[in-house]
């Protein structure tokens, strides 16, 4: 623990809501499925980056989640931003390999398609919030059993103490094709809810 850092905002995607530090701002009340719903929050927050509709679902839901976030801190989007991505999950790229594998499997109709195969490593995804955002700090994708929050606080910390980034963009982004759940934060040296493990599951489970 180091009690230097803090953890300044975090944002949350699940269960058809969209919030910014516990504020509500997208909720679906209808049955949408993931790609239906994930399209409908970017519409509604007046988001133009067209690019997004061709992003795996993995990289609409952590770029929707990182594009709340973000956006509050009015990033200059003219210079390079010296922010790290450390993000997590379990399932990995698997919705994107099955899509990947369904292509290729047919020795009939064998077409890999590359707007596909482009999506087949998680890490993917940081790389569409790295070019919006100008992020060429250092950057890492773990997979984990569940929502690891120590690795993350001790990951984290590590970056920032070797001035290896100003600040940390991480967290949990999972997506198996169905099920969904993004859980982001950002640190930094300055803020009111200090950098801690407890904090984190607090916030996690909110």
């Known amino acids: 623990m180091n009690a230097n850092y803090y953890i300044k905002s975090f944002s949350q995607i699940k269960n058809n809501k969209v919030a910014l530090n516990k504020s509500v701002l997208y909720n679906c009340e209808e049955s949408f499925d993931f790609l239906e719903f994930i399209k409908a929050a970017y519409r509604s927050m007046d988001i133009k980056y067209p690019k997004f509709f061709k992003m795996d679902g993995l990289s ?11 956006s509050k801190e ?12 450390v993000f997590s999950n379990k399932s990995s790229s698997l919705d994107t390999d099955k899509k990947h594998q369904e292509s290729i499997q047919d020795k009939d109709n064998y077409y890999p398609s590359p707007a596909v195969f482009v999506y087949t490593l998680p890490n993917i995804c940081i790389g569409e919030i790295s070019i ?14 569940s929502f690891n929050a120590q690795y993350l606080l001790d990951y984290t910390n590590s970056l920032l ?21 993004a859980f982001l934060y950002l640190v930094s040296k300055e803020g009111t809810i200090a950098h801690t493990k407890k904090n984190i599951v607090k916030l996690y489970n909110t």
């Open 74 to 85: 009015k990033l200059n989007p003219e210079e390079e931003n010296n922010i790290a991505i």
């Open 132 to 145: 919006k955002h100008k992020l060429y700090s250092e950057n890492s994708f773990f997979i984990f059993d």
């Open 60 to 70: 609409k839901l952590a770029f929707l989640a990182s594009e709340v976030l973000l």
């Open 161 to 181: 103490s070797a001035n290896k980034a100003s600040e940390v963009l991480c967290g949990w982004v999972e997506f198996d094709g169905i099920t969904y759940e």
